[in-house]
T-cell receptor, first 114, second 114 residues
């Protein structure tokens, strides 16, 4: 079975540009999570969805960040406009039946904003 | 405020010896604990978990110990191998809570040298 799929793996953009990160969770998983990893803050939960519905977006740093899950097999995290401090690795993860259960991570997208 | 803490950012161990990674937590409601391993340029991968009803769980060379009274868990790797060199994240959740989610520590970089 394929794991969590993320694209692109690397993204380099200029400040002010829109960035869209994509994620396909493991089939059958009800929960999808977006994380950001930085040296300063470690692994931060940005937002998570249950059955395509956003449940907790308290970790989203600013209004520049938005996330959608139009169906059970696809989610996007968008940053508009991007800033250099958004440079980080963004992970998507999914879990089967519970928000507190084991999560399975994708390979991440390394974002660099110049 | 960090609810899961890994106070040692790094650990260096000789091949064949035991590696002990430590993790402390503050929330007494946590009842499920996990360890993840992360290689560079990859997402965290689930390694082993333990429920609060147990104090030990073993899987091959990996054993997790839970001391609920001390709010402390540890991961033992015996014997350590160079391929174990990675960042190890501790995580915890409250499965009994409908709003529970995984909380991650900042990680410990394990280096196993020949």
């Amino acid at each position: 079975d394929a794991g969590v799929i993320q694209s692109p793996r690397h993204e380099v953009t200029e400040m002010g540009q829109e960035v869209t990160l994509r994620c396909k969770p493991i089939s059958g998983h009800d929960y999808l999570f977006w994380y950001r990893q930085t040296m300063m803050r470690g692994l931060e939960l940005l937002i998570y969805f249950n059955n395509n519905v956003p449940i907790d977006d308290s970790g989203m740093p600013e209004d520049r960040f938005s996330a959608k899950m139009p169906n059970a097999s696809f989610s996007t995290l968008k940053i508009q406009p991007s800033e250099p401090r958004d440079s980080a690795v963004y992970f998507c993860a999914s879990s089967f039946t519970s928000v507190a259960d084991t999560q399975y991570f994708g390979p991440g997208t390394r974002l660099t904003v110049l | 405020d960090q609810q899961v803490k890994q106070n040692s950012p790094s650990l260096s161990v000789q091949e064949g010896r035991i590696s002990i990674l430590n993790c402390d937590y503050t929330n007494s409601m946590f009842d499920y604990f996990l360890w993840y391993k992360k290689y560079p340029a990859e997402g965290p991968t689930f390694l082993i978990s333990i429920s609060s009803i147990k104090d030990k769980n073993e899987d091959g060379r990996f054993t997790v110990f839970l001391n609920k009274s001390a709010k402390h868990l540890s991961l033992h790797i015996v014997p350590s191998q160079p391929g174990d060199s990675a960042v190890y994240f501790c995580a915890a959740s409250s499965r009994g809570s409908t709003l529970g989610r995984l909380y991650f520590g900042r990680g410990t970089q394990l280096t196993v040298w020949p």
